[in-house]
């Protein structure tokens, strides 16, 4: 059974710094390339960061660009994301998400989420 369990959420001032992490379980973890998606209130649900495969190549969304990263350990299965400069439109509930690359629309695999907010 996959699961992706994240944590390292919370609440932060404006310009503050949060990591998030994601632990995967019940799959190759090699196999799957690794993202972070978030959904703010009455908003739909957004890519944030990616990370591939075998090249460890990063996709972000222009609004992280410079303040987010993305990191992932293939020894412990885990994936990270680095916020810092956050903002309080990044306030939102944050998904790890795994999608198996060994195919063009391979298995996809979803966290609970964790809550972050940024206020003053």
């Known amino acids: 059974q996959v699961q992706l369990v994240e944590s390292g959420g919370g609440s932060v001032q404006p310009g503050g710094s949060l990591r998030l992490s994601c632990a995967a379980y019940?799959?190759?973890?090699?196999?799957?390339?690794m993202s972070w998606y978030r959904q703010a209130p009455g908003k739909e649900r957004e890519l944030v960061a990616t990370?591939?495969?075998?090249?460890?190549?990063?996709n972000y969304a222009d609004s992280v660009k410079g303040r987010f990263t993305i990191w992932r350990d293939d020894v412990e299965s885990t994936v990270d994301l680095r916020m810092s400069g956050l903002k309080p439109e990044d306030t939102a509930v944050y998904y790890c998400?795994?999608?198996?690359?060994?195919?063009?629309?391979?298995?996809?695999?979803w966290g609970q989420g964790t809550q972050v907010t940024v206020s003053p």
């Open positions: 998400q795994a999608q198996d690359g060994r195919a063009p629309r391979g298995a996809v695999y």
């Open positions: 019940g799959l190759i973890f090699t196999d799957y390339q």
């Open positions: 990370i591939d495969v075998f090249t460890h190549r990063t």
